[in-house]
């Protein structure tokens, strides 16, 4: 069953459509609704390995649907912690619940600024809304 | 929505896997009103089409039909369509719409005395109805496949096609093309759920039937694609010579059929270690695998090879299996 659109106003995000829920120094990493949406039900999840370093901006993962395949952008820098294996095993997940059970990956943050760059949650709705 | 051959075409309606699905358990139905139509008709029209058909034309009665190629001289594949005989000296080819003109033209500039080609393709509306339960749905009883009747679905007349493109008992509906909107939520309303060109592609690959522009083309030949069936190679017709050397030599690569063993989902361009290329790639919603279809050297298209694949920079391993990937039976 897909959710229904929502974007929680705790989180941060980032303008290739995914978000951030920091933690103190770590970070849970996901897709938002738009994204998810977009694609259709997802079917394959191409993970990072634990201990790999992301940097902001930069493709750290990939989902897949039926019909397409999109890269996945790092809203921060950082060191992968773990990776949601229930994702792995069950893509559609993110397509049920993109903010709970559907996160991607935990991540310990490399430079707290960043986080001020991301849009808040008015910001992303408005940016979402010109897609 | 996205376009196709000139038409707007939705490429899903609730999701491609719920479609997909909805076909194989229970009945879909396809607006395949794109796909083009061509009139063949006159006292040589039977004579001709044998000439430039790969299939032996002659096997189809009235009422009846039949899977064929139209061939180039060096065994090339201009277009792969279905032939309906309507009447002694009246066919109706139906065509893929990315190939109506190509087909058309072919037709047309060998089209000899005692023979009209005709694009009625702007005449018909076509809507394909399948599953198990889709006969039902619409109130049609049974009837061998490759054959076809003209008869009433929901009040409205058409010529009832015993053919498809999924793999499922069904029938296409060719009617006029003022009638297909009053056919179309006439079959919706009996519970047939409406798919688009997602599933049409992922069903048609889980039973491997050739994507003409994919899997076929201009450049690729009927034997290495495993179309041989449809050559009748004792029959005089374009390219019968080049089909016939390529078979009894042996094709240097084939069209074969592969299963993910990793989870990756393989995509059309990519490279096949050893010198192959996928021509059609997507995700099994019956297998819940990366499936495929690819052109490999012949010393790797038996069964069971391990195929060593290129999903964006990394190698993922496949390996061949028997078509059809998905078999109802298996």
Known sequence: MAASESYPDDLRYHPEHDWARVDGDEAVLGITWFAQDALGELVHFEAPEVGATLSKDASYAEVESVKAVSDVVSPLSGEVLEVNQKVVDEPETVNEDPYGEGWLVRIRIADPSEADALLDVEAYKAHAAEQ | ??????????????????????VRTRAGAFDVSHMGQLHVDGPAAQAFLQSVLSNDVDRVQDGGAQYTLLTTESGGIVDDLIVYRLSHGCFLLV??????????????????RGVEVRDASDEYGLVAVQGPASLGLIGLGE??????????????????????????????????????????????????????????????????YPLHGNDITQETDAISAGLGWVCAL?????????LREVKENGPERRLVAFVMDEKAIPRQGMAIAGGGEVTSGTHSPMLDVGIGLGYVPAA???????????????????????????????
Request: hydrophobic share 40%; charged share 25%; net charge negative.
């Open chain 2, 234 to 242: 004792d029959t005089e017709f374009t390219g019968r010579d080049a």
């Open chain 2, 1 to 22: 929505m996205v376009p196709f051959a000139g038409w707007e075409m939705p490429v899903q309606y609730e999701g491609v896997i719920p479609e997909h699905m909805a």
């Open chain 2, 95 to 112: 065509v893929n719409a990315g190939n109506r003109q190509a087909a058309y033209e072919w037709l047309k500039e060998r089209e000899p």
């Open chain 2, 300 to 330: 790797q298209a038996t069964v069971g090879t391990g195929l060593e694949i290129d999903v964006r920079g990394k190698d993922r391993h496949a390996t061949v299996v028997k078509k059809p990937i998905y078999d109802k039976e298996r």
């Open chain 2, 143 to 208: 009837a061998p496949a490759f054959t076809h009747a003209v008869g009433e679905v929901a009040g409205v007349e058409t010529m009832i096609c015993r053919t498809g493109y999924t793999g499922e008992t069904g029938v296409e509906l060719m009617c006029p093309a003022e009638d297909v909107v009053p056919l179309w939520n006439a079959v919706l309303e009996r519970g047939v759920v409406p798919c688009g060109l997602g599933a049409r592609d992922t069903l048609r690959l889980e039973v491997c």
